[in-house]
């Protein structure tokens, strides 16, 4: 539908009643259609919901922010979230939050708050996903990774594969161990072969004891 003209014809009663499924368009009485038209209802929901957000935001920045960055790294598309998600962290760092990159030891499934500072999920992590975040999670439990040695022979390689690994790399999630990404990405398939060499000798000694 495309809007020819508009004349102003006074206040009308506007109902929420959609014209055409594909369009959120209302009518009033006399059959005139307007665009973006809300009657009360709508306007004073809308109303209290910026009210609460914006006091939320004011006064719970931290809680507002992982909040918000959990939710929208969930609903949008991987291309959206990648533009959306500096902007979130910018517009926080206005409110004096820090919004981190993750950590392999800090961060949950979602974002996580740890000391009043915001941690990025492994679940918002491009290349990694849900089941190897739940992996990654669980083969941490309540004893930290010590090193990238340590990670690759406690988590499941089959579902934390290379292509995880190296998401996680790129995130920063082993930078507070002390690792260098770049370091970190050439030897990739060295450390995962050597992890398969180490498994394959250790079958051959239970082998050989049998």
Not at 90 to 103: T, Y
Not at 129 to 144: L, V
Request: contains cysteine; glycine residues 4%.
């Amino acid at each position: 539908m495309k809007i020819i003209s508009k004349e102003y014809i006074g206040k009308r009663p506007v109902y929420d009643i959609s014209v055409d499924s594909s369009h959120h368009d209302f009518q009033l009485e006399n059959g005139v259609i307007v665009s973006n038209c809300f009657n009360k209802a709508h306007s004073v929901s809308y109303s209290v919901l910026t009210y609460v957000t914006a006091y939320l935001k004011a006064n719970y920045p931290v809680e507002f922010f992982t909040a918000l960055m959990s939710t929208r790294s969930k609903t949008l598309q991987p291309k959206t979230w990648a533009v959306k998600a500096p902007e979130y962290i910018n517009e926080a760092k206005h409110f004096g939050v820090d919004i981190f990159p993750p950590d392999i030891n800090r961060s949950s499934f979602e974002f996580t708050i740890h000391d009043n500072e915001i941690y990025f999920g492994l679940n918002a992590i491009r290349d990694v996903g849900g089941t190897a975040a739940k992996y990654i999670i669980n083969a941490r439990g309540n004893t930290p990774f010590k090193d990238v040695w340590d990670f690759i022979n406690r988590v499941n390689t089959q579902k934390v594969n290379t292509k995880v690994f190296q998401g996680l790399v790129k995130a920063g999630a082993f930078d507070k161990l002390g690792y260098i990404r770049s370091e970190l990405l050439e030897n990739v398939d060295s450390i995962y072969s050597y992890l398969r060499e180490v498994d394959e000798s250790n079958q051959r000694k239970l082998d050989i004891i049998e």
